[in-house]
């Protein structure tokens, strides 16, 4: 993993930054084993290699931060606001779409024809800093973050269009779309 990498935090209220993580991590090597500190997140890591150590570290820090409720977490926050550059509305919405279009589902017509299709290539996304509106198919939902809206849109999809044995009342309009949409393989 390149020390210079730029990841994309999404802090749930404040917005979305993007910010260079490892370049807050110290590399020595001891003894032949590459030690990495994070001193302003309280983090350190060895391995064989600055990859394995990065890993390791990105790796306690997803531990840490796992309760945005907790102190590590507003730690954490005050790091991402401090060496990152918070994105624009437009920006973050840009990006949250360019990462849901890309997801594709299978969806099975028969037992013999299932297609694969790109389930949010047309997503419509709206970010206002504190909310985040996702819309497909004539549905909406929205969340202070993207797992929170992504998960209302999910349950609005599954409602409308059901699945085979359980359709939905948009299970053939569904359908067809996917006919259109998707790239048919076998079972």
Known sequence: MDRGHEFTID????????????????????AGTVVGRWPALDLEADGDTEDAVYEKVLGGLQHKIADPASPEFAAFGAYVREHGT?????????????????????????????????IFQDIEVHHDGATITLSAFG???????VRGALAGLNSALNDAFGERDAKGPRYDEFTDWVRTHGEIGRA
């Open 11 to 30: 802090l749930p209220g404040d917005g979305m930054y993007d910010v260079k993580l490892l370049e807050g991590v110290h590399l020595e090597t001891v």
């Open 86 to 118: 918070r994105l624009t509305d437009e920006q973050a919405a840009a990006h949250i779409r360019a990462q849901l279009s890309a997801r594709t589902i299978r969806w099975p017509v028969t037992d013999d024809e299932q297609f694969t299709v790109p």
């Open 139 to 145: 549905l909406s939902s929205s969340g202070q973050h």
